[in-house]
């Protein structure tokens, strides 16, 4: 029982002194410190700890204190009210929080890989950008790239692409309502895509024998290439 008050804040005298009141129900600082085992300048110290945190009182019995523990149910009183303190300052605390986040970078292969990185583009829910459209997706994920284009437009999310110009009949099939393209002229054909989206950089390969996504979290390597994009959506 011990182990547990300590864990609810009681120091293990604190704890040692009220299970022996509560048994005792009442007694006198010096009978308890030879119950616990304790020097009665000790005792007097860690009653009065208790006395303070609410969990003993005293009676005055022919000039003595005698000493009485309040009902265990007084600490999870004690714990609520803990609570509802820290419950207050959360807030304040939670905007002292700032943390950098770590750059991360994660492979994805083969054509579930790619899925699996769509399906991080819609978790976003955000407008996505994208330069050196192939079109090969439509190819690759015939049937499933589709479904992923309604379930963008479906989530409001946007879409502007920088395309190759070989890539015009695929670029054909987005819903127009939330797809805006631009194309690159044919001497500028890319062979992999980059996809700007969250706070992540993907580059993306589509070609029969090399299948796969590499994606960069970096807030500020997000940031470099999203102002590359606006500045090549621009001159287009």
């Not at 009182?57 to 265990?72: G, L, M, T």
């Not at 409001?156 to 054909?172: G, L, S, T």
């Not at 960069?216 to 959506?233: A, G, N, Q, T």
Request: proline share 3%.
């Amino acid at each position: 029982m011990e182990d547990v008050l300590k864990e609810f804040g009681l120091n293990e005298r604190e704890a040692k002194m009220y299970i022996a009141l509560l048994k005792e129900i009442s007694c006198t600082a010096s009978k308890l410190a030879k119950i616990t085992k304790m020097n009665r300048t000790t005792a007097y110290l860690e009653l009065e700890n208790l006395m303070r945190k609410g969990l003993v009182s005293y009676v005055i019995k022919e000039s003595k204190r005698y000493y009485q523990a309040a009902p265990p149910e007084k600490i999870l009183a004690l714990l609520e009210n803990k609570k509802r303190r820290f419950e207050d300052i959360l807030p304040k605390l939670k905007q002292q929080f700032i943390r950098e986040e770590p750059f991360k970078i994660e492979v994805f292969e083969g054509k579930e890989g790619i899925k699996t990185f769509y399906h991080d583009i819609y978790n976003t829910g955000k407008e996505f950008l994208v330069f050196g459209a192939t079109g090969k997706a439509t190819e690759v994920l015939k049937y499933s790239y589709p479904n992923f284009l309604k379930k963008f437009t479906k989530a409001n999310i946007k879409e502007r692409v920088i395309a190759n110009i070989q890539a015009k009949e695929a670029m054909e099939t987005h819903p127009k309502t939330h797809f805006k393209v631009k194309y690159l002229p044919g001497k500028y054909k890319s062979e992999v895509t980059t996809i700007i989206y969250g706070n992540k950089i993907a580059i993306q390969s589509l070609h029969k024998e090399n299948i796969y996504v590499v994606i960069i979290k970096d807030k500020y390597l997000h940031k470099s290439y999203k102002k590359y994009f606006e500045f090549m959506w621009s001159c287009i």
